[in-house]
Nanobody, 120 residues
């Protein structure tokens, strides 16, 4: 199972970016998917998550600015980030709980991380 994230980059404060993360490989089912971030000197934190049924959670500081969505047919999760602030700067990691085969249990898998830099 591999997670390939893309879409990071540099943007000025108030701008927008869209992150994507595609799950590939041996997949029986994909359950929860989410985005985490780690800013300079900070611990990794959950930014947003979405279950296979569409239940969504957000970090309080991104509510109203970020939108998480998923395309189950493509096993892909997205994070639309609007009104970006300097404090949103960090490495963003996608995460997915994947069941590789009917006979195997679900496990958490991580993407490689994509850097988001928001300048003032």
């Amino acid at each position: 199972v591999q997670l390939q994230a893309s879409g990071g980059g540099w943007v000025q404060s108030g701008g927008s970016l869209r992150l994507s993360c595609a799950v590939s490989g041996s997949i029986f089912s994909v359950n929860d998917m989410g985005w985490y971030r780690q800013g300079p000197g900070n611990e990794r934190e959950l930014v947003a998550s979405i279950t296979s049924g569409g239940y969504i959670k957000y970090l309080d500081s991104v509510k109203g600015r970020f939108t998480i969505s998923r395309d189950n047919a493509k096993n892909t999760v997205y994070l639309q980030m609007n009104s970006l602030k300097t404090e949103d700067t960090g490495v963003y990691y996608c995460n997915a709980r994947v069941r590789p085969a009917w006979s195997r249990p679900s496990s958490d898998y991580w993407g490689q991380g994509t850097l988001v830099t928001v300048s003032s």
